[in-house]
């Protein structure tokens, strides 16, 4: 779909290595915490924090960051990821060179979510919030909701590549990405 012979076989650079390096260790670290919990909790509690450094990095690069790295560059309103979704169930949605409307919405959810389970595993650390039911409650929720959030993450990322005829994931270890061509979007 949506390959034409101008721009078949020309690759361009769509994600940074800040990005690569991110996201791959965003997912191990996620990983070892989730693996961890409950187990062996120096591990655990080191992996989280990590992971919450990573976010609070990405927060700053997605703000001031430049091309498919800023915020402003895939964040959509509602509006924009229901149209999007909605074009997907039609089979006609467009090609996009960064993150699409919905992926865009996925991304801050899964930030938003890491953040909020590295907090309330912070919180549990101090004599203010120790045995709290509410804080404990909200990261074993958020701590094992992850796994349906990234699911459908995954789920998203499989089957744009099928429509579009790219492989999104090597296209996360290279950075590379075939060139758009007229009606995709850059
Ligand atoms: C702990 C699990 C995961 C988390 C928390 C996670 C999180 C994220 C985040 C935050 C981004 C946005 C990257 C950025 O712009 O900085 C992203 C993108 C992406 N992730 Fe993941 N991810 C996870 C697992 C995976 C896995 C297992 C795969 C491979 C199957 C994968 C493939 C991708 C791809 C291909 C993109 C780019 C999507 C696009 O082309 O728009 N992710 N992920
Ligand atoms: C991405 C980061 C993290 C993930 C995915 C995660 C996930 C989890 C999960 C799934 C549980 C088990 C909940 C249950 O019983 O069902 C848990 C427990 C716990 N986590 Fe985290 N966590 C993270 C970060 C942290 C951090 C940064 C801390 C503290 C520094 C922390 C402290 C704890 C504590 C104290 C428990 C209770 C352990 C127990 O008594 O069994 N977590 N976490």
New binding site residues.
């Given amino acids: 779909m949506n390959v034409t012979a101008s721009t078949r076989g020309t690759l361009v650079q769509?994600?940074s290595p800040y990005?690569r390096l991110?996201?791959w260790s965003?997912?191990l670290?996620?990983?070892v915490a989730?693996l961890s919990s409950g187990e062996i909790m120096k591990v655990h509690e080191l992996a989280g924090y990590s992971a919450g450094v990573l976010i609070t990095s990405?927060l700053i690069?997605?703000l001031a960051g430049s091309g498919?790295?800023r915020f402003h560059q895939?964040v959509h309103g509602p509006r924009a990821v229901g149209l999007y979704l909605s074009d997907v169930a039609k089979g006609d949605e467009k090609r996009?060179l960064?993150?699409?409307p919905a992926?865009?919405a996925?991304?801050l959810a899964?930030?938003a979510?890491?953040a909020g389970i590295a907090l309330t595993g912070w919180m549990q650390t101090t004599d203010t919030w120790w045995g709290v039911g509410w804080v404990e409650d909200t990261h074993k929720i958020l701590g094992n909701g992850?796994l349906v959030?990234?699911g459908l993450?995954?789920g998203?990322?499989?089957l744009?590549?099928l429509r579009h005829g790219e492989n999104?994931?090597r296209?996360?270890v290279t950075g590379r990405?075939r060139a758009p061509s007229p009606e995709d979007v850059a």
């Fill in positions: 769509v994600w990005v991110f996201h965003l997912v670290c996620v990983a989730w990405r690069a997605g498919h790295t895939f996009y960064g993150h699409n992926g865009g996925m991304v899964l930030l979510c890491v992850i959030l990234i993450h995954v998203g990322v499989l744009a590549s999104l994931v296209a996360m990405k």
